[in-house]
């Protein structure tokens, strides 16, 4: 029990209570009828379930009413079954932005839209959310996931989960467990010790077995010796302990063998169809190796999910989706809620947007400011319709205004070629925006040819069974190029490749893969690139072609670029635009060679010549804005000389219009930091984890310090803090409450029954100017007990919103859990030692309330 110090008088202010999860639970047939229908499978058909059907489709069984099931990859966008620049989706912001929102209402709403968006291309799986957390900033992935913190992660998560789910889709908590980096991500094996297992990296999966998820997919990885496709973990405590009643779907692949797997609580193998669960898994169960009754569970599982995503038995009733408008609005709400404001001395922002106090003059300057960087590499990639520039957001802000707004590119970024597109690229057969593409037999035959509007092609589109049949494929563009001289065309793709340029040969080359990461092979090959000298206006006719070979995919490209510009002109461009300006925006960012699925980054600084760039723009310009477009940390070492920097992650197509909405403040900056920011560029005080296997063993020997609780263990201090944040008004934390409350009222996802919980009230006020919002963020210190010293950890958050002068109160209800450790030699969970002290304040780094509790 926990008994809290004597609280302070009552205050009145009105209340903003944190969201309150359901109970788990999620609907579906009786158990009866699933087993009547199991029964009704011979044995045959009981194993082709097993399996896809494909690499984004599950098997349909008419004899029982089940019907196909899409699958489909995300976290930030459904992009459908199929590699199709035609098919269209909505692109969110990336997950960081996401949890840097802390609002469990708005995520909810945007999971509703992803669901409306997975029914409308025929999805019933969406693979998302990410559930791994920010081990070290230099994760290639890290963009996909939500935060450092447990707690965040988890909340964030679970109410991610609630809105795809709600809308008939199944969520997929993914990848179960510590695939938290990418290097040798598909055979690594984590070493973890159970305690930090159980406190921190699979926290969030229960917390999403809690919230009721219908899929949880298995990681590529081992822990501590078992591939997780055949882990224990996934008996217990899934589906024991947790009672997680849905399917186990393996990551793409990830299931390599036949027994071992399927005797694990593994239940589908993907893609399909997987031949190590076929046949072979047929002899195992015949000959008694595997029981049948085994893959009854399995099978029992599918059924049940497909009942759930109205896949099983009568067609349902097809629901309603938000009109185009109400979507876009949606997102671009969201770009301003996850947007954090680092730094803005002298109040810079927001910016005047009209009426006589409008600045004359912006220079929008940056690699990132016309063409944004809106989403992370790899498979959560998505094709949308359109995706609004910060340029051209700021420039419909400020239309009507008389403000004139001037653009500067000021530095380059990526060494990976630009494939070709509709701005300038024509199909030779047609003259549409866009190019060719065709299928071709081994002789040279044309089977097939189709109108593409990107040169880079990561399947067929309109025959997708031409990966069986066709031999190679053949991508061809007319270009005019708009100024003379060696512009450099590439072919991306494995295997034997070709390039031609009117007929004459550039290129023609075996490229051996490097690796088999279905990333690499299938999303983003290597590529090779010849220089050819043209004339401006003359047209020229482009071929890339490349020869399929099975194990290589049959992703190919035809890329084009301008010969490379002088970089010191472009950044003297830039600080002329900038000393002329009233206000200048900069905008700088990474590129999908940095922060992307199936590698690591090296390095957190920003890619090319962008810190000289802005420490350029800002000695021009002392009203200097930047905005930092990463899906994760990098180093800013000029943050200190610019008035306001503002991050915007990866924000989704609706980038440019959020922006606007926050630079000219007709929305509020309302993120905050849901992972810490370090400069590390001195390795000797980074407390940041490895993500180097040894030996193909990456060790977790740092235990439960990550994130901000490792930053406080350092000699260094980072640029940032966990929880950082401000908006366009100030804060005053005036007062603390505690008092128990009953555990039934939380969303713990097992409380000891004895458990007390803690109803947190916090009171503060809006000192400043204008209305807006505040992340109560409350933080427990616990007694040390050799494994842990009990420093700050996360223990509960809540939003409030005030006008100027305008107390509110905060309730924050602290879950048992915050109060137990996990026990290895018990096997349950146990109290932590005392003191407790529960700290409020607006970040990991600043708490000015502080209350004693009695254990």
């Not at 984590?190 to 406190?199: F, I, N, S």
């Not at 009568?314 to 989706?321: C, D, K, L, T, Y």
Request: include cysteine.
């Amino acid at each position: 029990m926990i008994t809290p110090a004597p609280p302070p008088p009552p205050q009145s202010p009105p209340l903003a209570r944190g969201p309150q999860q359901p109970a788990a639970g999620t609907p579906g047939p009786a158990a009866a009828e699933l087993d009547a229908l199991v029964a009704a499978l011979d044995l045959p058909a009981k194993i082709r379930l097993l399996s896809g059907a494909a690499s984004f489709r599950l098997h349909a069984e008419p004899a029982i009413g089940l019907r196909a099931i899409g699958v489909s990859d995300g976290p930030a966008g459904v992009r459908g079954e199929r590699w199709d620049e035609r098919d269209t989706s909505l692109a969110l912001p990336s997950p960081t932005a996401l949890a840097a929102s802390w609002d469990d209402e708005l995520i909810t709403e945007l999971g509703g839209l992803l669901a409306a968006e997975a029914r409308r291309k025929g999805v019933g799986v969406l693979l998302a959310p990410t559930l791994n957390l920010h081990r070290s900033p230099g994760a290639g992935r890290h963009f996909e996931c939500f935060s450092e913190d447990p707690l965040l992660t988890a909340r964030t998560a679970a109410a991610y989960i609630r809105g795809v789910q709600a809308g008939g889709v199944a969520a997929t908590a993914k990848h179960y467990v510590a695939n938290d980096s990418e290097t040798e991500r598909l055979t690594l094996d984590a070493k973890v010790d159970r305690r930090t297992l159980r406190e921190v990296y699979m926290a969030p999966f229960e917390a999403a077995v809690a919230a009721g998820v219908w899929v949880v997919m298995s990681a590529y990885n081992g822990v501590n010796g078992a591939t997780m496709s055949e882990s224990p973990l996934l008996a217990e405590p899934l589906k024991g302990e947790w009672g997680f009643d849905g399917v186990v779907i393996s990551d793409w692949g990830a299931v390599r063998t036949t027994e071992a797997a399927a005797l694990a609580a593994q239940d589908l193998a993907m893609p399909g169809p997987e031949p190590r669960w076929g046949a072979p898994l047929l002899a195992a169960v015949r000959d008694g190796r595997v029981p049948e009754k085994t893959v009854d569970d399995k099978v029992r599982r599918i059924l049940l999910l497909a009942a759930r995503v109205g896949a099983l038995g009568a067609v349902p009733e097809p629901r309603a989706s938000p009109s185009p408008g109400t979507a876009r609005g949606l997102l671009r709400r969201a770009v301003a809620a996850g947007c954090v404001l680092l730094r803005n001395d002298g109040g810079l922002l927001p910016l005047a947007a009209g009426g006589t106090s409008a600045p004359g003059r912006i220079a929008v300057i940056g690699p990132n400011a016309a063409a944004a960087r809106f989403q992370g590499g790899g498979s959560a990639a998505v094709f949308p319709e359109s995706v609004v520039s910060p340029l051209a957001g700021i420039r419909e802000a400020l239309s009507g205004t008389g403000t004139t707004v001037v653009h500067a590119e000021g530095a380059v970024l990526t060494t990976r070629p630009t494939p070709v597109h509709t701005g300038n690229a024509r199909d030779p057969r047609t003259g549409d925006p866009g190019v060719l593409v065709r299928y071709l037999a081994a002789d040279g035959t044309e089977i097939h040819a189709e109108h593409r509007l990107s040169g880079r092609v990561l399947e067929s589109g309109d025959a997708p069974e031409l990966a069986a049949t066709a031999a190679s494929v053949e991508v061809s563009a007319l270009i005019i190029p708009d100024t003379p001289g060696e512009w450099r065309f590439s072919v991306i793709g494995l295997g034997a490749v070709s390039l031609t340029a009117d007929g004459a040969p550039l290129l023609d080359t075996y490229v051996t893969p490097e690796s088999d990461d279905p990333t690499y092979v299938h999303v983003s090959p290597p590529f090779r690139t010849a220089s050819h000298r043209v004339e401006a206006g003359r047209e020229l006719l482009l071929t890339a072609a490349r020869r399929w070979e099975t194990e290589h995919g049959h992703a190919v490209a035809l890329a084009v670029d301008p010969p490379a510009r002088d970089e010191d002109a472009l950044i003297a461009e830039a600080v002329e635009a900038a000393r002329g300006a009233d206000t200048a925006i900069v905008v700088v960012g990474t590129t999908d060679e940095i922060e992307s699925e199936g590698f690591d980054r090296g390095s957190l600084a920003l890619p090319g010549r962008q810190d000289e760039l802005v420490a350029a723009v800002a000695a021009a310009n002392p009203r200097t804005v930047v905005i930092v477009n990463s899906g994760g940390p990098v180093e800013l070492p000029w943050r200190e000389s610019v008035p306001s920097v503002l991050l915007c992650w990866f924000p989704g197509q609706e980038a440019g219009h959020g922006l606007a909405d926050v630079l000219f403040g007709r929305g509020e900056p309302g993120g905050r930091l849901p992972t810490t920011w370090g400069a590390l560029s001195n390795a000797a005080l980074s407390p940041a984890p490895s993500t180097l296997p040894v030996d193909g063993v990456l060790r977790y020997d740092e235990g439960p310090y990550i994130g901000h609780r490792a930053w406080r263990r350092s000699a260094a201090r980072p640029a940032y803090w966990f929880g950082h944040g401000l908006g366009y008004t100030t804060w005053a934390y005036e007062q603390l409450e505690v008092a128990a409350t009953d555990p039934a009222d939380l969303a713990d996802p097992a409380p000891a029954p004895d458990a007390t919980a803690v109803l947190a009230r916090v009171t503060v006020r809006n000192t400043g100017p204008r209305a807006g919002r505040e992340v109560v963020q409350l933080y427990l210190t616990t007694g040390a007990d050799g494994y842990d010293d009990g420093g700050p950890r996360l223990a509960g958050y809540a939003a409030v919103r005030a006008e100027p002068g305008e107390p509110v109160v905060a309730e924050v209800r602290i879950a048992p859990r915050a109060f137990q450790r996990w026990s290895p030699r018990q096997g349950c969970w146990q109290p932590r030692p005392g003191p407790y002290t529960l700290h409020a304040g607006p970040s990991a780094d600043r708490q000015p309330l502080s209350r004693a509790l009695t254990p």
